[in-house]
């Protein structure tokens, strides 16, 4: 039996996958609604998410320094912990980039399906958490969650591909602003990849804890 003090990094993990999964809603709307007069809106919002889920990592570790003993391995909490974290910034970041470089809402449709791909993968990081508390039980379920996030990993990776390969090589570049857009657009896409592969970092934690649980 757990101590009820040990059963509190599954309600922190819980914690922080809700906010991720709040992050996740954000985004979407930001593409979907194609407003750019909301970005202002939505970065600070996204900012206020991003410094409660910090809140939330830095509880966690805190929690790992003193527990006596943990419901699985330490080194899996944490990094679970981290691998969280990135993924809430990846998002974050991104929400601050298309702020930052006053990216027009044409560029939103350009990003709507990555977009699309990385809420899909969250939700599915959100309810492992949720069977995190009992994975002896639903490890199945985790398992084939893991699963899916890294088939949507690929998808992403063959997204961005085709994506950057139109991006970078366009019919003609009339202007130095031209120019200067791509390259602000093609920072925008590589840090939607590296979102989507911190989310099969996610997942790896999840798989390792199943391993070594089993």
Same mark, same amino acid.
């Given at each position: 039996?757990?101590?009820?003090?040990?059963?509190?990094?599954?309600?922190?993990?819980?914690?922080?996958? @809700?906010?991720?999964?709040?992050?996740?809603?954000?985004?979407?709307?930001?593409?979907?609604?194609?407003?750019?007069?909301?970005?202002?809106?939505?970065?600070?919002?996204?900012?206020?998410?991003?410094?409660?889920?910090?809140?939330?990592?830095?509880?966690?570790?805190?929690?790992?320094?003193?527990?006596?003993?943990?419901?699985?391995?330490?080194?899996?909490?944490?990094?679970?912990?981290?691998?969280?974290?990135?993924?809430?910034?990846?998002?974050?970041?991104?929400?601050?980039?298309?702020?930052?470089?006053?990216?027009?809402?044409?560029?939103?449709?350009?990003?709507?399906?990555?977009?699309?791909?990385?809420?899909?993968?969250? @939700?599915?990081?959100?309810?492992?958490?949720?069977?995190?508390?009992?994975?002896?039980?639903?490890?199945?379920?985790?398992?084939?969650?893991?699963?899916?996030?890294?088939?949507?990993?690929?998808?992403?990776?063959?997204?961005?591909?085709?994506?950057?390969?139109?991006?970078?090589?366009?019919?003609?570049?009339?202007?130095?602003?031209?120019?200067?857009?791509?390259?602000?657009?093609k920072e925008i896409f590589e840090t939607l990849e590296d979102t989507i592969d911190c989310c099969e970092d996610?997942?790896?934690?999840?798989?390792?804890?199943?391993?070594?649980?089993?």
């Amino acid at each position: 039996m757990f101590l009820p003090k040990e059963k509190k990094f599954y309600g922190l993990f819980e914690a922080m996958a @809700e906010k991720l999964s709040q992050a996740g809603i954000l985004l979407k709307k930001l593409v979907e609604e194609q407003e750019p007069e909301n970005i202002e809106k939505i970065a600070l919002e996204m900012k206020k998410l991003e410094s409660e889920a910090d809140d939330i990592g830095h509880e966690t570790a805190s929690n790992l320094h003193k527990a006596f003993i943990t419901p699985i391995e330490g080194e899996d909490i944490d990094i679970l912990r981290q691998n969280l974290d990135d993924v809430i910034d990846g998002i974050e970041r991104v929400v601050n980039r298309i702020q930052i470089y006053n990216i027009g809402a044409s560029f939103f449709e350009k990003i709507k399906d990555y977009i699309e791909i990385i809420c899909q993968a969250i @939700e599915e990081i959100k309810e492992s958490v949720k069977e995190l508390r009992n994975f002896k039980k639903y490890s199945k379920n985790i398992l084939e969650r893991c699963e899916k996030i890294n088939k949507l990993e690929n998808e992403g990776d063959d997204l961005n591909r085709t994506t950057l390969k139109r991006l970078m090589n366009p019919d003609s570049i009339s202007s130095p602003t031209e120019t200067l857009e791509i390259i602000k657009q093609k920072e925008i896409f590589e840090t939607l990849e590296d979102t989507i592969d911190c989310c099969e970092d996610v997942a790896n934690v999840f798989e390792a804890i199943i391993i070594k649980n089993s």
